[in-house]
């Protein structure tokens, strides 16, 4: 029997509710309400004091257990972030040993802002048609696994759910774009416009949040 899941705050509150109901009953059915003050009561002040410092310990220990699943399933979903922000390294704005941890959240944040600045600043044709078929093949291969992480990414945050869902839909329409059709450029430079701006929203909403790898 797996008695940790049932080991929570609500079912212990319960768990002291009763005991104090049976302790209550039994002491005055034995000796009233003076064997309540003289006996009873000071053992009950002594008692609640020591499962209110349990209580606060234990909320304690299941808080930090939560974050640490959090920032496992966060470490999960950056992962394939940083699959994706490998396909810029042949951009001059990408360092050479540039990671994405969120431990960098400063750095990430200039990166992914010159990387965009950059991305812009290219007209359509300077823009290796190397880098937009292997980006859009990239997308093709991930846009599934990303999809399916969509619950993952709900149980960290409302904005680590935002910035994923418009993570998916932009990495969708630029896996559906024709390679071979230049009128498809405008659209492929808005899209990873966009996916950069939300890629570094979900690494702030990592760091609001202290759910990366290293937070705790």
């Known amino acids: 029997m797996n008695i940790s899941k049932h080991l929570n705050k609500r079912n212990i509150m319960w768990s002291c509710l009763v005991i104090l109901v049976y302790f209550l009953t039994h002491g005055f059915s034995l ?6 003050i003289d006996n009873l009561l000071p053992e009950f002040t002594g008692m609640f004091f020591e499962l209110f410092v349990v209580l606060l310990i234990f909320n304690k220990w299941q ?26 390294s042949s951009f001059k704005s990408m360092p050479e040993a540039f990671s994405f941890y969120g431990l960098n959240h400063t750095e990430n944040q200039t990166v992914l802002n010159r990387l965009k600045s950059e991305f812009l600043g290219e007209t359509k044709t300077s823009i290796p048609t190397q ?9 093709q ?13 709900a149980n960290l945050s409302e904005e680590h759910f935002k910035s994923w869902a418009r993570i998916v839909y932009f990495v969708k329409k630029s896996s559906m774009l024709n390679i071979e059709n230049p009128e498809e450029f405008e659209l492929f430079d808005e899209y990873i416009e966009k996916l950069i701006d939300y890629m570094r929203r979900f690494d702030r909403a990592s760091f609001d949040n202290q759910l990366y790898h290293g937070a705790i």
């Open 131 to 139: 880098f937009r078929g292997s980006f859009i093949r990239h997308c």
């Open 63 to 88: 808080e930090r257990e939560e974050s640490k699943q959090k920032i496992a399933k966060e470490k999960r979903l950056r992962e394939f972030l940083i699959f994706i922000i490998n396909e810029f």
């Open 31 to 36: 000796g009233g309400y003076s064997h309540y």
């Open 141 to 153: 291969l991930d846009i599934d696994a990303l999809t399916a992480l969509l619950p993952v990414a």
